[in-house]
């Protein structure tokens, strides 16, 4: 069952109340009074210390905290990113050739991505330049 947090009205005091996700989410002290119920967004939880090029030790140290699937998936963004981002990510190559050997043909995102890439020089040569 996920815990809720309430603020006393007066004094501020917050309490973490555990509650079912079905139940009515109210608090009520033993003196009658309502707490305020606090609204927090979730945030997960990852040691920053992650090596980009192990994706063992990223799924190690992110298999059991806490946050959304949106969280993991900016992390992997920002490891992405410090490997050289895009084509040029070694990890992601290996799982685009995995890929191809799997299925008989090229991953849809890394046809996306030599299509972006291809336009890219084509107008470069034109002398257009584009900013990310």
Same mark, same amino acid.
């Given at each position: 069952m996920p815990f809720y947090s309430y603020s006393h009205p007066k004094t501020g005091?917050?309490?973490?109340?555990?509650?079912?996700?079905?139940?009515?989410?109210?608090?009520?002290?033993?003196? &009658?009074?309502?707490?305020?119920?606090?609204?927090?967004?979730?945030? /997960?939880?990852?040691? &920053?210390?992650?090596? /980009?090029?192990?994706?063992?030790?990223?799924?190690?140290?992110?298999?059991?905290?806490? &946050?959304?699937?949106g969280d993991l998936w900016k992390l992997s963004a920002e490891l992405s990113e410090k490997r050289g981002g895009g084509l040029d990510d070694p990890v992601r190559q290996k799982n685009f050739r995995k890929y191809e050997k799997e299925h008989g043909k090229k991953h849809s995102e890394e046809k996306t991505m030599l299509r972006k890439k291809q336009a890219r020089e084509n107008l470069k040569k034109k002398g257009i330049t584009l900013s990310d």
């Open positions: 005091k917050i309490v973490e109340v555990m509650q079912k996700m079905n139940d009515e989410h109210i608090y009520i002290d033993n003196k &009658g009074v309502k707490w305020n119920r606090v609204y927090t967004s979730p945030m /997960a939880i990852v040691d &920053g210390k992650i090596d /980009a090029f192990n994706p063992r030790e990223f799924v190690e140290k992110t298999k059991n905290k806490k &946050g959304s699937l």
